[in-house]
């Protein structure tokens, strides 16, 4: 049985940099990595739609701007939840103070 590798998110990119940038075939990409092909494609993939500026859905960015951006909007959602309890909050409060 094969154990499932774990890649950090900062290799990944560097692999997919060698793939784009420095035109490392997909079988070049796969030995420097010891990663498997469907991987390192997914990898190319996701690097170049985030370099586009259109991340790929429930995926851990790659790019350092994606990652910020990632953070950012989970914060947002996190804010927004935290004003819609006080609002209700103060809802509440307000109606049992008259």
Request: a positive charge; proline letters at 3%; glycine letters at 4%.
């Amino acid at each position: 049985m094969t154990t499932q590798k774990h890649f950090s998110p900062a290799f990944k990119l560097e692999i997919a940099k060698l793939m784009v940038e420095e035109q490392y075939s997909i079988k070049q990409a796969c030995e420097a990595s010891g990663a498997g092909e469907t991987a390192v494609k997914r990898w190319k993939q996701q690097y170049l739609a985030e370099k586009a500026g259109n991340p790929l859905p429930n995926k851990s960015a790659l790019t350092e701007e994606q990652r910020e951006i990632q953070q950012l909007k989970q914060r947002i959602r996190q804010l927004e939840t935290e004003r819609e309890i006080l609002k209700k909050a103060s809802a509440f409060f307000a109606k049992e103070m008259s």
